[in-house]
């Protein structure tokens, strides 16, 4: 058995037989659960009813603000308006909604007024400002002599239907549908990248604090224990993936069975909606089967080693070079920025033009393809600019591995000094 297999099984084993680890395997899942139920819940209670005081001098839109669960608006036009702002001050209401007379509406409706404590939602500001505009609109037309019923019943909703250039009909909304699908691909690559890639600097701080390191390095070169621990760390990562695929896979079946998800209860969901809906739903069904799914499974796969390698070596660059975590933090910065960087260049760039030149760069780019070209690939990417972003991203993988090992080399046996980029750059000469 060679040293390299040597070092992969130590580090394999000594990760799994972990308590913290065996625990965090098997308690992940429950508390991933735990939390979806908890956020679920909280998005089921109502928050508190807010008051809403209305001063409508002009007695034209009271009549037009309606309660809702969140909003109960209050007619108070009768009270003098600056008994109502001192009720506002002692927080009595929410905030008082002031609309003074004026006959001329265009210059009415730069002098209505929202007085309260604290400043409201842009939301809810919107919302009184459509009422008030759909008002003021209705009564211009009055007295332009307008017909109004006419005019609203003059009015057209346009809903364009979309057809591929094959003549197949799609559905709207498939953009975002494949770039979450994409996304949620990338984000576990770079939590799997930030947990284990950890994990590896710690183990490396760990051993160079116990000066185990130096009977270690007397039969083993660098790049070996490094790549070592590099590995064995990743297929205890993986291992847990698995584990958590499986735990996961049977609490689906579980809740389906609970449930009772059967061909009858979709009979009786089916008859109570109307054909239309029945066919966007079949859209959205058979659009999900033309998804390259195989293809994103196989590329997640490929970027998984090919990102985590590439990370970890420099983590254990990191590790090697620092005495403790503390000392760590200076240089982790510039590892966590083009993780960010892909997953906010996938969002901005990929949804909007997935094939455009920043998602087509950026998913080239070894510290960010990754991400960015695993939210690319549902929208369909051309083999060959898959080929050449896997070929850059290992090719990057050995070349920093090649100047990690020479930061790994001399770091590993420095104590007691606070590294600089500055010495960083000369261990990389030395």
Same mark, same amino acid.
């Given at each position: 058995?060679?040293?390299?297999?040597?070092?992969?099984?130590?580090?394999?084993?000594?990760?799994?037989?972990?308590?913290?680890?065996?625990?965090?395997?098997?308690?992940?899942?429950?508390?991933?659960?735990?939390?979806?139920?908890?956020?679920?819940?909280?998005?089921?209670?109502?928050?508190?009813?807010?008051?809403?005081?209305?001063?409508?001098?002009?007695?034209?839109?009271?009549?037009?603000?309606?309660?809702?669960?969140?909003?109960?608006?209050?007619?108070?036009?009768?009270?003098?308006?600056?008994?109502?702002?001192?009720?506002?001050?002692?927080?009595?209401?929410?905030?008082?909604?002031?609309?003074?007379?004026?006959?001329?509406?265009?210059?009415?409706?730069?002098?209505?007024?929202?007085?309260?404590?604290?400043?409201?939602?842009?939301?809810?500001?919107?919302?009184?400002?459509?009422?008030?505009?759909?008002?003021?609109?209705?009564?211009?037309?009055?007295?332009?002599?307008?017909?109004?019923?006419?005019?609203?019943?003059?009015?057209?909703?346009?809903?364009?239907?979309?057809?591929?250039?094959?003549?197949?009909?799609?559905?709207?909304?498939?953009?975002?549908?494949?770039?979450?699908?994409?996304?949620?691909?990338?984000?576990?690559?770079?939590?799997?990248?930030?947990?284990?890639?950890?994990?590896?600097?710690?183990?490396?701080?760990?051993?160079?604090?116990?000066?185990?390191?130096?009977?270690?390095?007397?039969?083993?070169?660098?790049?070996?224990?490094?790549?070592?621990?590099?590995?064995?760390?990743?297929?205890?990562?993986?291992?847990?993936?698995?584990? #958590?695929?499986? *735990?996961?896979?049977? !609490? /689906? &079946?579980?809740?389906?069975?609970?449930?009772? +998800?059967?061909?009858? @209860?979709?009979?009786?969901?089916?008859?109570?909606?109307?054909?239309?809906?029945?066919?966007?739903?079949?859209?959205?069904?058979?659009?999900?089967?033309?998804?390259?799914?195989?293809?994103?499974?196989?590329?997640?796969?490929?970027?998984?080693?090919?990102?985590?390698?590439?990370?970890?070596?420099?983590?254990?660059?990191?590790?090697?070079?620092?005495?403790?975590?503390?000392?760590?933090?200076?240089?982790?910065?510039?590892?966590?920025?083009?993780?960010?960087?892909?997953?906010?260049?996938?969002?901005?760039?990929?949804?909007?033009?997935?094939?455009?030149?920043?998602?087509?760069?950026?998913?080239?780019?070894?510290?960010?393809?990754?991400?960015?070209?695993?939210?690319?690939?549902?929208?369909?990417?051309?083999? #060959?600019?898959? *080929?050449?972003?896997? !070929? /850059? &991203?290992?090719?990057?993988?050995?070349?920093? +591995?090649?100047?990690? @090992?020479?930061?790994?080399?001399?770091?590993?046996?420095?104590?007691?000094?606070?590294?600089?980029?500055?010495?960083?750059?000369?261990?990389?000469?030395?």
């Amino acid at each position: 058995m060679s040293i390299l297999t040597l070092i992969i099984k130590r580090e394999f084993i000594s990760k799994v037989r972990n308590k913290s680890f065996i625990v965090m395997t098997f308690l992940s899942p429950l508390l991933f659960v735990g939390l979806a139920a908890f956020v679920g819940y909280l998005s089921t209670m109502k928050s508190d009813v807010k008051e809403i005081v209305i001063h409508d001098e002009s007695n034209l839109f009271v009549k037009d603000f309606k309660n809702s669960e969140e909003y109960h608006y209050l007619n108070l036009t009768n009270v003098d308006l600056k008994t109502l702002k001192d009720s506002i001050v002692s927080e009595r209401y929410e905030g008082l909604l002031y609309i003074p007379k004026i006959e001329d509406n265009k210059e009415l409706s730069s002098k209505i007024q929202y007085i309260s404590n604290e400043s409201p939602s842009m939301s809810f500001i919107e919302d009184l400002e459509d009422i008030i505009a759909k008002k003021l609109t209705t009564s211009n037309f009055q007295k332009a002599g307008l017909d109004t019923l006419s005019i609203k019943n003059a009015e057209a909703k346009v809903s364009i239907n979309l057809t591929k250039a094959t003549g197949e009909e799609t559905v709207k909304g498939l953009n975002e549908i494949k770039v979450f699908i994409g996304a949620a691909f990338g984000y576990l690559i770079m939590m799997f990248i930030i947990i284990y890639g950890n994990m590896v600097m710690r183990s490396v701080i760990e051993e160079k604090t116990n000066r185990i390191i130096e009977i270690i390095i007397s039969s083993v070169k660098p790049f070996q224990l490094m790549m070592g621990k590099i590995i064995g760390t990743s297929l205890a990562g993986v291992l847990q993936f698995v584990i #958590w695929a499986i *735990l996961g896979g049977t !609490l /689906l &079946l579980v809740a389906s069975l609970v449930l009772g +998800v059967n061909l009858s @209860s979709t009979s009786v969901v089916a008859s109570s909606m109307d054909e239309s809906s029945i066919s966007t739903m079949q859209l959205y069904v058979n659009e999900g089967r033309n998804l390259p799914i195989g293809s994103l499974l196989i590329a997640f796969i490929i970027y998984f080693i090919g990102g985590y390698f590439l990370y970890s070596s420099i983590y254990a660059a990191i590790g090697a070079a620092v005495d403790n975590e503390t000392d760590s933090q200076q240089f982790l910065l510039p590892i966590i920025l083009p993780l960010m960087l892909g997953v906010y260049v996938g969002f901005f760039s990929v949804l909007s033009e997935p094939h455009g030149t920043v998602a087509t760069v950026f998913s080239m780019i070894p510290l960010t393809s990754p991400i960015v070209m695993l939210m690319r690939i549902p929208f369909g990417v051309p083999w #060959w600019q898959l *080929l050449i972003s896997v !070929l /850059l &991203l290992f090719g990057t993988f050995f070349f920093v +591995v090649w100047f990690a @090992s020479k930061i790994y080399r001399v770091g590993i046996l420095m104590y007691g000094k606070k590294p600089t980029w500055r010495e960083l750059y000369r261990w990389l000469k030395y």
